[in-house]
């Protein structure tokens, strides 16, 4: 589900993993008919099509909630090299990108993102629908809410924790705790006014 920019990478990952994608699925009717890396792009799922496993490839943490139902079975995909150590937890319909790093005892909820080359070190939380864009580092004992962005190349230091739908911009440096729905940027990071 979805045919920007996100799903191109998790078309790619899935492929390297032997995945055979069968459609599509792109609200816009501007892509509708179209194809992308010579997969059709649908308005929707042909009822005699297999569909039995999804994934919503959109960057957008809020979109990403309001399409995932109970009734579908999200697939979670892995690029081949992602490395996890053998204790981690991670949710249905999560995507681990190309050199992610996941250290022990990490706990990942559904639908989340972790892009190109984030290291999350051990004990971390990271709620549903979280973002973790790429380059990014989250050292020991952080806690991620739900529907977090935390910005290419940030890095939170140990233990820290960042509220529910808040948004860490890129390049920050996070030495204390961020509140939910907050906007915050800088190295070190604060609170936008």
Known sequence: MGAGGHAKVVM???LLNGGDIQGVIDPNPLKIGTFLKNIPILQEFPHDVDHSFFHIALGDNLARKRLATPEKTY???IHPTAFLAGDVEIGAGTFVGAGVIINANVKIGKHVILNTGVIIEHDVVIEDYAHICPGSIITGGCH???GVLIGAGSTLIPSVRVGDWSLIGAGST???NI????VAVGSPCKPLP
């Open 174 to 176: 996070l030495l204390q």
């Open 12 to 14: 790619d990952a899935l």
């Open 144 to 146: 991620i809410g739900e």
């Open 179 to 182: 509140a939910a729905n907050i």
């Open 75 to 77: 697939e979670t995909i």
